[in-house]
């Protein structure tokens, strides 16, 4: 059977999934959004239906996925609640608006909470996810097969998902920001900017699948391996280290977090 698949807000979150999703899957998909213009930017954008009236498209739906801001989900759920049928299933991409929140306001229903990220775009997604106290493990095992042709998911709890938004949810920004500090400082060194940031960008893209690809070795013996003691990369941890980079990503990391759970508020 052929599901259909709908999506209140179709912002760059929203859009991400469903590019992945319909490059890998034939369901039907469909959008809703605030007003009429949007609604019909939205269409045109993603090549979906996109209508402005919410319990319509719940109505026509066998998967919600509310992807709207997180201080609009508890307006949308209130008017969304009475045509929310058992058969339907729930997915929240909302950060920082927990399970319980949800389910305070939609009572006794099936619901699944995720956090994506944009690089679901091209196939190379990470998804945290975690069911809420009615879904199944079907519920989540579909969700899982849905958004695993568009990246990677991982099983967490509800007290862990502030952290995966800031680690997996944010980082892809991060990510950016250390590549093109790399490529600025090949540039003030004399090296051109688009050959420094190719230089940048396909080492870090390496480096992942290296890290991806290391079975059991510590991703400190990785580090270890290029910076020989002595060396020109020795003398850059060393700089990293002096400088306390592990202290800056871990204060990246909380300050993101505690906006994260903010936002659910």
């Known amino acids: ?6 999506f209140i807000g179709c912002g760059k979150m929203a859009s991400a999934i469903i590019a992945g999703i319909k490059s890998n899957f034939s369901y039907n998909i ?6 009429l213009e949007i609604a019909d930017n939205a269409q045109t954008r993603l090549n979906i239906p996109v209508v402005t009236d919410n319990k319509a498209l719940v109505e026509n739906s066998d998967i919600i996925f509310i992807a709207t801001k997180p201080n609009q989900v508890a307006g949308v759920l209130e008017e969304i609640k009475t045509v929310l049928t058992e058969d339907k299933l729930l997915v929240s991409i909302a950060a920082g608006v927990s399970t319980s929140k949800i389910e305070n306001i939609i009572g006794k229903h099936r619901l699944i909470r995720i956090m994506p990220n944009t690089p679901a775009l091209v196939n190379e997604g990470m998804f945290g996810i975690c069911k809420g106290k009615y879904a ?47 490529a600025r400082a090949g540039e003030r060194l004399g090296l051109d900017y688009d050959k420094s940031l190719l230089l940048a960008t396909q080492t ?50 909380e300050k993101t977090t505690i906006k994260a759970n903010e936002l659910g508020k």
């Open 1 to 6: 059977m052929n599901k259909n698949l709908g």
């Open 30 to 35: 469909s959008g809703a959004e605030i007003n």
């Open 136 to 182: 199944s493990d079907d519920d989540e095992n579909f969700v899982i097969t849905l958004l695993s042709k568009i990246g990677k998911c991982v099983k967490v709890t509800e007290e862990q998902m502030d952290i995966v938004t800031a680690i997996s949810g944010s980082g892809p920004a991060f990510f950016y920001k250390v590549i093109e500090d790399m």
């Open 204 to 253: 870090a893209l390496g480096s992942a699948k290296m890290v991806f690809n290391r079975g059991e070795t510590p991703v400190q013996t990785l580090i270890d391996n290029v910076a020989t003691k002595g060396g020109c990369t020795f003398v850059g941890i060393s700089e990293m280290n002096d400088k306390n980079s592990a202290k800056l990503f871990y204060d990246v990391i």
